[in-house]
Structure formats: structure tokens, C-alpha cells
């Protein structure tokens, strides 16, 4: 089995890779650093040697980076079973207070390359029986939160891409899962002092992920709500 994950070397993009890893997929990753592509395919190769690793650094408010991921993809894998868009731009600001270009370079990680990169996996890189794509969305896309309003704006778009992606596929085998997730201890709480079990964890994400890859051919899970036991932060 192939995949693809996007925003693959922190966080939740790299629990989904070691996971995935773990259970025989091959994977083509992205992330901003090359140094970290690079530390993370070559630590997965030395574990995994059967399997094969892609990376490439990729900017993903880029057009032609996210054109040249794609191209890279199918380049290394032919073909793939999965793709999680992972990847997202976190910029935490009011509404009235944030900078002009905060909702535009959200807009271009969080929407628009799941966007292309959704388009050009079902019609360059799928098997001809089914795939499977996942949208990693945000409790934000049920609650808007005014301390990250653009967020909360992209993130809402991305669940409506997710639907809307579900419905045109519904006929053709590929399944279509939104995963929202609550504050998931990542790097945007880099230096919080509150404990983890406040969290939703990483692996946690990718356990989901993994479970839904597990079922039959028949059953697609529509949405994944994660959230903190102990309420939102």
C-alpha cells in the first residue's frame, strides 16, 4: 500500500507516517525543511527496509511547490492508496486585529493545496478500485474561535471541501473522512505548561486514521471529532 502525507515531519503528520510505516505502507512526505525530510526518510529507511520513502521539502503557500510535490509523487510512486492532508498553517490572531494577508496565506496551506493535491490523487494516482483521502480539519470547523478567526475560516472551508469531495466520489470507491481533531499537543503549544494529558496526542490522530483504513470496502467514516477529555483549552 502506498500513501502520501503532507506536513509529515512534526506532530500529527509524523505519527501518521511511523504509524502507516508500521503497518507496510510505503510513503511520499512533504515538509518546509530539507534537512528534516531528510533526518525522517533516512531514520525510516533504516527501520522499515523492505518499505520505500519519499521526501521532498515543499512550501505549501507555493503553487509551484504543491505542483511539484504532485509531480514528485508520481514520479517515486506510480500509484497511491492514501492521501492525508495533513499539512496546515496555524496563524492565531483576532479578526479585526490580524495582518491583510493572514487569511490569504491560510487559505493557500490549509485549503487550496488539499484542494489540488485531492484532484490530482484521483486523477493521476488512485487505483482503478478505490482509495482513500483524509482531510485533517480542527474543531474550528464546527466552532469558530475568535482568537484564530481566519483559521477558524479555513478550516471550516476545508470540511466543506471534504463533503463535497465525499459526494462526487461517493460512485467511485474512494472514500472521504474529515478528522477533527481538538488542541492536539503539537508544536503550537510549544512551551505550555499545562499538562499532556489536557491533550489530544499525536498518535491518537493516527490511530483514528489507521482504524478507518482497517474497515471494509463498504464502510466510510464521514467525520472524526477528537477532543480533549477534560474540555476545549
Given at each position: 500500500?502506498?500513501a502520501?502525507?503532507?506536513?509529515?515531519?512534526?506532530?500529527?503528520?509524523?505519527?501518521?507516517v511511523?504509524?502507516l510505516?508500521?503497518?507496510?505502507?510505503?510513503?511520499?512526505?512533504?515538509?518546509?525543511?530539507?534537512a528534516?525530510?531528510?533526518?525522517?526518510?533516512?531514520e525510516?529507511?533504516?527501520?522499515h527496509?523492505?518499505?520505500?520513502?519519499?521526501?521532498?521539502?515543499?512550501d505549501?503557500?507555493?503553487?509551484?511547490?504543491?505542483?511539484?510535490?504532485?509531480?514528485?509523487?508520481?514520479?517515486?510512486?506510480?500509484?497511491?492508496?492514501?492521501?492525508?492532508?495533513?499539512?496546515?498553517?496555524?496563524?492565531?490572531?483576532?479578526?479585526?486585529?490580524?495582518?491583510?494577508?493572514?487569511?490569504?496565506?491560510?487559505?493557500?496551506?490549509?485549503?487550496?493545496?488539499?484542494?489540488?493535491?485531492?484532484?490530482?490523487?484521483?486523477?493521476?494516482?488512485?487505483?482503478?478500485?478505490?482509495?482513500?483521502i483524509?482531510?485533517?480539519?480542527?474543531?474550528?470547523?464546527?466552532?469558530?474561535?475568535?482568537a484564530?478567526?481566519?483559521?477558524?475560516?479555513?478550516?471550516?472551508?476545508?470540511?466543506?471541501?471534504?463533503?463535497?469531495?465525499?459526494?462526487?466520489?461517493?460512485?467511485?470507491?474512494i472514500?472521504?473522512?474529515?478528522?477533527?481533531?481538538?488542541?492536539?499537543?503539537?508544536?503550537?503549544?510549544?512551551?505550555?505548561?499545562?499538562?499532556?494529558?489536557?491533550?489530544?496526542?499525536?498518535?491518537?490522530?493516527?490511530?483514528?486514521?489507521?482504524?478507518?483504513?482497517?474497515?471494509?470496502?463498504?464502510?466510510?467514516?464521514?467525520?472524526?471529532?477528537?477532543?480533549?477529555?477534560q474540555?476545549?483549552?
Amino acid at each position: 500500500m502506498n500513501a502520501i502525507v503532507t506536513g509529515a515531519t512534526k506532530g500529527i503528520g509524523k505519527a501518521l507516517v511511523e504509524l502507516l510505516a508500521a503497518n507496510n505502507f510505503n510513503v511520499a512526505l512533504c515538509a518546509r525543511n530539507s534537512a528534516e525530510i531528510e533526518t525522517f526518510v533516512k531514520e525510516l529507511r533504516e527501520k522499515h527496509p523492505a518499505l520505500k520513502f519519499f521526501g521532498q521539502a515543499a512550501d505549501l503557500e507555493v503553487e509551484v511547490d504543491v505542483a511539484g510535490f504532485a509531480a514528485f509523487v508520481q514520479a517515486n510512486l506510480k500509484n497511491a492508496d492514501v492521501l492525508i492532508n495533513n499539512a496546515g498553517l496555524f496563524i492565531p490572531s483576532g479578526l479585526m486585529q490580524e495582518d491583510d494577508k493572514t487569511l490569504s496565506r491560510q487559505m493557500k496551506v490549509n485549503v487550496y493545496t488539499p484542494h489540488y493535491l485531492s484532484k490530482f490523487f484521483v486523477k493521476n494516482l488512485v487505483p482503478k478500485k478505490g482509495g482513500h483521502i483524509f482531510n485533517i480539519c480542527s474543531i474550528a470547523s464546527l466552532t469558530p474561535l475568535t482568537a484564530c478567526a481566519s483559521y477558524s475560516i479555513t478550516k471550516s472551508a476545508l470540511l466543506t471541501l471534504t463533503k463535497l469531495l465525499r459526494e462526487e466520489l461517493i460512485h467511485s470507491g474512494i472514500k472521504v473522512t474529515a478528522v477533527l481533531p481538538g488542541a492536539t499537543l503539537t508544536d503550537s503549544w510549544s512551551g505550555t505548561t499545562l499538562p499532556p494529558e489536557r491533550f489530544v496526542l499525536p498518535r491518537d490522530v493516527a490511530n483514528a486514521v489507521l482504524n478507518c483504513l482497517s474497515m471494509s470496502a463498504g464502510a466510510n467514516v464521514d467525520e472524526i471529532v477528537i477532543r480533549p477529555l477534560q474540555g476545549e483549552i
